[in-house]
């Protein structure tokens, strides 16, 4: 794509999308998509860093992170852009798609008996 290809979201444009996308737990701040999660702690924790940033790299779409013992913050925009585009919330919703994921009732898959990753409240 190139520069112009990409349109940069205003302010009240970005809450609108985060809404529309139901980007639950994502939020505008300092001009930068943001989710916050906990964890159960340090190995579940480096799971999630280790997620995202498969995400990133498949994407070519980096992601800055925060990392601290049971908590990770992401963080996106676009550089290239000076701002937010479509490429920061694809990659929030593949993100927010991946990490949260769990088996559905009834799949032969059990899924942890622990929080893992969850959404900080």
């Known amino acids: 794509m190139d520069k112009q290809d990409l349109k940069v979201y205003t302010e009240p444009e970005v809450t609108a999308r985060i809404a529309e996308l139901k980007l639950d737990g994502w939020y505008l701040e300092d001009g930068w998509l ?17 997620a995202v940033a498969f995400l990133c790299e498949a994407a070519w779409h980096h992601a800055d992170l925060s990392v601290t013992w049971a908590k990770v ?7 290239s852009h000076g701002g937010i585009t479509d490429k920061d919330f694809a990659l ?30």
Do not use: C
């Not at 906990?38 to 579940?44: F, K, L, R, S, V």
């Not at 949260?100 to 900080?120: A, D, M, Q």
């Open 73 to 79: 913050t992401v963080k996106l925009m676009t550089h």
């Open 92 to 121: 929030a919703q593949k993100i927010e798609e991946t990490v949260l994921w769990r088996p559905p009732e009834g799949s032969p898959l059990t899924g942890t008996p622990h929080k893992f990753v969850h959404v900080k409240k």
């Open 34 to 50: 943001r989710r916050k999660y906990n964890t159960d702690g340090w190995q579940a924790t480096m799971l999630l860093v280790n």
